[in-house]
């Protein structure tokens, strides 16, 4: 019942922005012309459009799903949207990655927040800053913009020897927040991510630990939307230690799953995850999600 007169709304996404329909995606920045306007607390939030995702689910499901596990990733909910009172769709409603998610989540917003677009591969190029500008977003600390602690990390991942490998990585990274978004990825068939395409996920460099966490991003492709060329029967039956070829393009997940200590953590998260992966405990919140949006996805015209 709150009404916000001055916002900022701008179209957002790639491919969900580039589909023939009118329903586009949307971000909204209720600070952009007035200081320190929230709602709930937040100053920004996405507004996602279903992109091939008929069924209105996917996205829903696997961030429930991951905030369930303890994995850092956004909320996600549904909302009716209008433009000019004319009912536009049925949209995700989905919790941006910014200050206010790293003050809720992590004991400061101070460190550096990189997104890992539009190619986010961790490989290493070199030493100098300005080669990563092209491959990764810094979205905090912009007008510092001092990119070491991620050319560190990167040089931690690529150029560690295999022996000293886990301590040094371990001086740099949380990594059950990367264990858990792996296994999340795989369980789901996310594979528009770094398991993958290589891109789509945050990492933020916690100034008070000064390592980096990972940050589970923009999911609407689970359950195999995003194929990459692999049968459905395939997309199924992924090993648990899958990872796009060549697995040297994916030197964080190769380095880690060829370590003993880093590939028996995975397998202990994915013994815990398959717990609650089934049709026992998922198909009840189907159905129950199906009743409460049933009728705004048939209302909807432009999906």
Known sequence: GNTYPDVGVKFKGNSSYNNPSKKKSLKVGLDEYVSGQRHDGLKKFNLNNHFKDPSFMREKLMCDFANQMGAWGPRC????VYLDSVYWGLYNF???????????HFPDKKGNLFKGDPNGDLKWINSTQSS????????TNETTNDWSDLVELIDKINNTPVATFHDSL?????TVSTLKAWALNNIFVNLDSYLGSGHNYYVYDDSTSL????ILWDVNEAFGNFNMGMSTTTLKNLSMFWISSPQTNRPLYSKMVGNTTY???????FCYMMNYFNNNL?????DSLKNLIMTDVLNDTNK
């Open 77 to 80: 909910t549904y909302t009716r």
């Open 94 to 104: 989905v919790e941006e990655i910014d200050k206010t998610f790293l003050q809720d």
């Open 132 to 139: 990563y500008y092209t491959k990764y977003e810094l979205k």
């Open 170 to 174: 371990e001086s740099k990274m949380e």
């Open 211 to 214: 390592r980096f966490n990972y």
């Open 263 to 269: 590939k028996n953590a995975l397998m202990n998260e």
């Open 282 to 286: 998922l198909d009840p919140k189907i």
